[in-house]
């Protein structure tokens, strides 16, 4: 009994995790459409891989899969997410419904450059409002606390919990996948091209300039506007958040290819 909830404990992490990453993007359902300034100074942050060795062997070894029912799995989720990470904001966060099935449909349309806002009900940020300097809109810094409980949260997850989760609750999260029209396709690609997504998103330290239309704003810059919506949703959250939340996707994508093989 112990051994289960330990094992369906981590299950709830990946979810939550991958739930988180989706937040972020709808976090800037509002903001449609934005683009930065011209000549953009991106800074790349160095993130430094996870010890090999031990570590490594860890992650492929064989983990007894879960067989989960994709229709009775909240409740359960929500009892031992608390395990995953201290952070207050997630218990509320799961109190959403059909968290596996959210989180991969929003997945996969995160892998496909899509807004996965239809699939996050439970984060709001509230109304974007831009900053006015000297007649120019930009986007406002002290909006992009409104994502920090986004990214604090998703940084503080067990990176290692995530992927056993992942392997344990596969059969359950390969079912979701297939009901959403792909019955011969793999998870495992979508999910890494997810990841690949985000992490392409660029980390901007300069005013980002913004341009108002009828309904909206949006960013000056051409080359930031070729975003795909997924990709600007993350970048809308500011670059103290960016970092956190690519921070830790590269330290996932490292875990999971590793493991995944």
């Avoid at 031990?54 to 992650?59: A, C, G, I, P, V």
């Avoid at 996050?120 to 930009?138: A, M, N, Q, R, T």
């Avoid at 990214?151 to 344990?168: H, T």
């Avoid at 996948?177 to 992490?199: C, H, I, R, S, V």
Wanted: glycine share 4%; with cysteine; proline share 5%.
């Amino acid at each position: 009994m112990d051994e289960n909830k330990k094992v369906l404990s981590a299950v709830i992490g990946f979810f939550i995790l991958l739930a988180v990453v989706i937040a972020v993007y709808y976090l800037f359902i509002r903001e449609k459409g934005e683009e930065m300034p011209k000549v953009p100074e991106v800074v790349e942050e160095t993130v430094i891989p996870l010890e090999s060795g031990e570590r490594d062997e860890d992650l492929i070894k064989p983990i007894e899969v879960l067989e989960v029912e994709l229709d009775e799995s909240d409740e359960l989720m929500r009892k031992l997410a608390a395990e995953l990470s201290s952070r207050p904001e997630l218990a509320k966060w799961l109190l959403t419904k059909d968290i596996i099935r959210k989180f991969v449909a929003a997945v996969d349309n995160i892998a496909n450059g899509n807004s996965p806002r239809k699939n996050i009900d439970f984060f709001h940020p509230g109304k974007f409002f831009p900053l006015k300097k000297e007649g120019v809109c930009y986007l406002d810094p002290a909006g992009f606390k409104r994502y920090s409980p986004v990214a604090n949260v998703f940084s503080s997850l067990d990176s290692e919990g995530c992927f056993r989760l992942y392997r344990q609750l596969k059969l359950a999260i390969q079912e979701a996948y297939q009901d959403l029209g792909y019955p011969d396709k793999d998870f495992n690609t979508t999910l890494f091209q997810a990841m690949d997504e985000l992490l392409k998103v660029p980390v901007i330290e300069k005013d980002v300039a913004l341009e108002e239309k009828l309904m909206s704003y949006v960013m000056v810059d051409p080359e930031l506007e070729k975003l795909s919506e997924a990709q600007k949703h993350l970048f809308r959250m500011g670059p103290v958040n960016i970092r956190k939340i690519k921070t830790k996707l590269k330290e996932l994508e490292y875990i999971f290819k590793k493991g995944l093989g």
